[in-house]
């Protein structure tokens, strides 16, 4: 049987392992998939997802059976998705199902934006769909998928009310879970899963993805941006969504005028470019120059695949003569200001002197 992944880039040996469960016929009820933020996890489980459901016994997915077209209509009720979504999401039921409808909508048409806010959890109302009796009254011959997307956003309640259902799943029922940090999980829900993890993508899938990413969105590819999204499909998205070109240049122009701890030359950059009053923008700019410095120091130990990029030899030389250490420790305490302080630009001066 030929078993596609329609939405995951790279993972081979993660592929592989699903296919031989599959094949083998015993299948894990239970799985989580872990990794950095935008690795894939969600595209990797709605894939494993859409094989358990296709009833096809040649290729899975066929996209032809009755399984796969209400797939794709979105219409399975024997489908639920457990996600991160605010407060006032949550507290009535009619909210609730539309938020996650919305959010789901939005998942299947971009699987490696997924990206919740620390403002976001997954609440015991979510939780309660799951163990209601009445869910799980109907024939055990129909598979049923629960997806649950963040599970270190679940709230105690909840978490304790799902430990009691991966104990013992009902027949047919699996459990496709994703995370970005295991050290957040009940070890008790660890325990009860087969724990896949993905690493980051090597630079050729990586540049498969963007150039697919590209022609989707007809749009050109950002090939620059690739040795600074740390393998990570999801963050070159969000590098898109904040104009990833200009979103590098002032990355670059912020590393230059301040590594030299020049106060005039830093401050002339700050009020020259408005982007630097917006808190999101500015820390924005800030994690790119921190992942520019790892990466630069990657190539500066031989530890890099991407040493003919020429941006990167660029900040080689840039941050050569600067004590690394203390220049990280600025921009982390940099960070820390602006997302405290309402200005922006007054953080960064103020925090910039204490530096200097």
């Not at 209400?70 to 539309?98: G, M």
């Not at 938020?99 to 909508?105: E, L, N, T």
């Not at 024939?139 to 709230?155: K, N, P, Q, V, Y």
Request: aromatic share 8%; with cysteine; charged share 25%.
């Amino acid at each position: 049987m030929e078993l596609k992944f329609t939405r995951t880039v790279g993972h081979s040996a993660q592929k592989e392992f699903i296919k031989k469960s599959l094949e083998s016929g015993i299948f894990p009820q239970n799985i989580l998939v872990s990794g950095i933020p935008g690795i894939g996890q969600v595209p990797f489980l709605l894939d494993i997802g859409e094989l358990l459901l296709c009833e096809s016994t040649d290729i899975r997915p066929c996209r032809k059976c009755r399984s796969c077209l209400e797939w794709q209509n979105r219409s399975r009720d024997n489908v639920h998705f457990l996600i991160p979504l605010k407060e006032a999401e949550q507290k009535q039921k009619d909210k609730l199902a539309v938020a996650i409808a919305k959010q789901v909508s939005d998942l299947l048409q971009e699987p490696y934006g997924f990206n919740p806010s620390p403002r976001q959890h997954i609440s015991i109302e979510q939780a309660r769909v799951l163990t209601t009796k009445e869910k799980y009254a109907e024939s055990t011959r129909i598979t049923r998928i629960i997806f649950i997307l963040g599970i270190e956003c679940m709230m105690e309640p909840a978490a304790n009310a799902l430990l009691k259902m991966l104990e013992e799943p009902p027949p047919k029922t699996y459990f496709l879970i994703s995370c970005e940090n295991r050290e957040k999980i009940l070890s008790t829900i660890l325990s009860r899963c087969v724990q896949l993890r993905l690493p980051p993508l090597s630079q050729d899938d990586m540049t498969l993805f963007v150039e697919a990413y590209a022609q989707q969105h007809e749009i050109p590819p950002q090939k620059q941006l690739i040795p600074f999204c740390a393998g990570s499909p999801g963050t070159y998205i969000d590098y898109e969504l904040h104009d990833g070109v200009k979103l590098f240049q002032l990355a670059e122009d912020f590393l230059i005028s301040s590594v030299t701890q020049n106060f005039y030359a830093f401050s002339e950059f700050i009020n020259a470019h408005s982007e630097l009053s917006n808190m999101e923008q500015c820390l924005k700019i800030m994690e790119l120059v921190l992942e520019m410095i790892r990466v630069s120091l990657q190539v500066k130990n031989g530890l890099a695949e991407y040493i003919e990029h020429e941006q990167i030899l660029k900040f080689t030389e840039i941050i050569g003569n600067v004590e690394i250490d203390t220049y990280i420790k600025f921009l982390e305490s940099s960070m820390k200001a602006v997302s405290q302080y309402s200005n922006p630009r007054i953080a960064l001066l103020g925090n910039f002197l204490q530096w200097k």
